[in-house]
């Protein structure tokens, strides 16, 4: 009794895993004689080593994860980039003009004089930067700054004007060495080293100028 119901599942299985009917009618139809168990044993070992290799191959080949994309970064507006720069050139001048005002009563009359006009160039400076601020605070968009028909030589600049030049030629000089340094395009390498050199005896003028 126990092999027959063996017989019937072993067959059962066989009829699961195989599409093979001409056999699956000749082991149902002839029953659980002894050739038929041996003709069933065989094909389900068949199908056990089938399934083992599937099971095998399934487990070696892994479906591929999705790469992840990143999204693009987003550039940074100009104008953030702009309201940046001005606010730090406002605080510049508001920490110029407390260090100026704070030795000025320490200092002979006549290097007084050049401290004064110092203070009121760089106000003048304060100022036209402040309202630059406020209307984009307002309008959200920065007016532009007043041009001149020349750039001011720097024999020509205050030292408020040296001193904002001065770190505006420093981030400029800092950008292009990394060009240079990161350079993979040979046609852009030359034009980058020359505004490099460009702007380093710019700042060496300026520092000069400084240190008078």
Known sequence: ???????????????????????????RVGGATVKNRLTLSYELSKIAKHLAASEKITALVKPQAMPVTSKPEQPIPLEVNTIDRLRSEQKMCYKMLDNLHAVLPYREIQERKKIAFRILDIDDQLKEITER??????????????????PKKISEMSEAELIIRQNNVRTYIARYKRLVA??????????????????QLELDEITERLNR
């Open 1 to 27: 009794m126990k092999a027959d119901q063996d017989y019937i599942a072993g067959l059962g299985l066989f009829e699961r895993y195989t599409h093979n009917t001409k056999i699956g009618r000749m082991l």
């Open 133 to 150: 601020i406020a209307h984009y605070e307002t309008n959200g968009v920065i007016p532009p700054a007043p041009v001149n028909d020349e």
């Open 182 to 199: 990161d350079s993979k395009k040979l046609k852009t390498l030359p034009r980058n080293q020359e505004l490099l050199d460009k702007f």
